[in-house]
């Protein structure tokens, strides 16, 4: 029978991996709301980033809550050279284009994780790994809680960069508007790569919390990839406020689920989720039709 | 320019290039090829056959990332009935590719209303699904171990023969459809899918009928090929499927008759030539491959093809 305390559990795993895909769900919706273009190599961001993460701790020795930062610095020059290169030379051909670009891209990263680090998976402990704290009769990692906060802090600091800085107005004046920023002197190649940069960053901070509360493997990225476009279809695309409610409710949701019905129907409930609602409703949950 | 460009029918030019590519692949088996030679040229037909299916789809403008579900459909449905029902093996085929254009007519009923991204995503979550349901119904399928399935016929000569009869016709089918009312309003809807309704194209049905006749062939490749493999696991849902089609369909040309022949041709070809490098470059190199085929030649070798014969004439 389930009790209370496997529920609680199940509850705070829920909202622990919610996190990381708010953080995957708002950096895509951050890229589509300026460039109108879904990058489905996302994941792939994500683990690179989980991988610079590991190496930052396993060979410089710092704290892994550190080298969170270092793996974002590493990861968004990394996302600028790949939309730069890859993104920039495509954008505005066809939306098809889009798509096979990325697939690309995912066979280019996954398996050059493969070839330079193996495909052995590695974990990354932190200096709190067993220590709990007890909420009743649950007991609750601190790692998990560290994680919200980091989460909470990454949010806050990019809703600081789009509303105070010069590069955040013009990234909102791009997405509202293309042309017309244009036209007010902005730089939309500019805004472009440094959208896909703060997106990709986004990207490598989920990665490492991941890694962190996971473990972590060259394949990791795909799946927290297509949930996260499972929450932005479900909150609405560019939609951020939609994005945070979207991932909480999906990491519990699937958590569930896999309480609920079992282990292999973890990644096909979502699935069918995603489906179920785009039949009801082509546009997504919150979206507006295009 | 050329008038006989412009004779239709038979002796049209398309027509006879066509008949003549025919002539040469059918006289190949008499050269007395290798076995390994043999089973390339087959996986070839087979790649053909699974990718202008793919292509079909994209001709209305949706491009499935999911496709390796229609192609696992087909092949489970065809080898169980042989198994358990010990149904005719051609028969099973054509089962096979009922089945999987009946599960493309409901997915269809969802995908047809959605953007490309959305379209993507589903499609994609469809294999993820497909692939669960093989797995939680193990007492049948057998899970990830996979069972044997029975050879349709005796020689590599004689699964090449099936195999080229088998794609042509389909390719041909594709050719008719494409070319007639119907591939005009595949084409209008890929263009444009408003405009295309404002002159009265109901989008909805054709999209749903590329939908159908694209699954349909996909499952009869599935069945042809676990037969010819003589094995079938979950590892047909793999991803690698479902992206193949995509990277021949773009290579040889999207929206073209010729473009999955010759990027199966060429992409079966650079797959085996890499063997000498280790699995893992080798995807790494395929997807150089892509990414660098979308941004310098994304329309195609079938285009550069055209491009280089027009210039022959000049």
Known sequence: MIDVVTLSLTLMWGV????????????????????????????????????????????????????????????????????????????????????????????????????????????????????????????????????????????VGMFLILAKTKIGRAMRATSQNMEAAMMMGINVKKVYTASFSLGSALAAAAGSLFGIIFSLDPYMGSLPAIKAFAIIILGGLGSIRGAVIGGLLYGIAENMATLFLGGIWRHAVAFAVLIIVLTVKPTGLFGEGR | MNISLKASGVFSPKCLIAILVLMLASIIPILQPSQYILHLLILMGIYALYSSSWNLLAYTGQASLGHSAFLGLGGYTSSLLIIKFGVDPWLSLLTGGASAAAVGFLIGLTCVRLREWFLAMVTFGFAVIAETAVMALDWVTQGATGYATNALLDSRVQYYYTILVLASVTIAIIYLVVQSKIGLAFSAIRENQLEAEGMGINTVKYKLLAFVLSSFFTGVAGGFLVHYIGYISNEIFSFHHSFMPLIISVTGGLNTITGPIIGSIIILSIWEALKIINPIQRM???????????????????YVALKVLRSLKM
């Open chain 2, 284 to 302: 790494i190199a395929i997807g150089v491959f892509l990414t660098l085929v979308v941004i310098f030649m994304p329309r195609g070798l079938h």
């Open chain 1, 16 to 155: 622990a991996i919610g996190c990381i895909y708010i953080l995957m769900a708002t950096g895509l919706n951050l890229i589509f709301g300026v460039m109108k273009i879904v990058n489905f190599a996302h994941g792939q961001l994500l683990m690179l980033g989980a991988y610079m993460c590991y190496w930052s701790w396993f060979i410089l020795g710092v704290n892994p809550y550190f080298a969170i930062l270092l793996s974002m610095i590493i990861v968004s020059i990394v996302g600028a050279a790949v939309e730069r290169l890859c993104f920039s030379p495509i954008i505005g051909t066809s939306k098809l284009n889009e798509i096979f670009v990325s697939l690309g891209l995912i066979y280019i990263f996954d398996y050059t994780a493969v070839m330079l680090w193996t495909d052995k998976p590695r974990s990354i402990v932190t200096p709190f790994e067993y220590s709990t704290f007890s909420l009743g009769v649950v007991a609750i990692s601190y790692d998990w809680l560290i994680a919200i906060m980091v989460v909470s802090m990454i949010l």
